[in-house]
């Protein structure tokens, strides 16, 4: 993205009231954990690296959806 990253994009997303419910999953070639919690602290509700194994893609879209019926 020209303008902003990823992490910037998500904290724009969660101040918007009519999309702050909406579930963002981060999909990123970083796999260390530094780049995890960047992403819970911008407020992503999943962090997926790649490539994107489907098992681990269902797991964790169950896993946010289970939350957040909770």
């Known amino acids: 993205m020209a303008e902003m990253d990823g992490l910037e994009l ?7 009231n009519e999309l702050r419910a909406t579930k ?3 999909v990123s070639s970083h796999s260390d954990e530094l780049w995890k919690e960047r992403s ?3 407020g992503a ?3 997926i690296t790649k490539p994107i194994d489907a098992t681990t893609l269902v ?3 169950e896993s946010i959806v289970r939350r957040a019926e909770s």
């Open 10 to 16: 998500c904290q724009e997303l969660r101040k918007m």
């Open 24 to 26: 963002k999953i981060f």
């Open 59 to 61: 797991q964790t879209i």
């Open 45 to 47: 509700d999943g962090y």
């Open 40 to 42: 819970a602290e911008a």
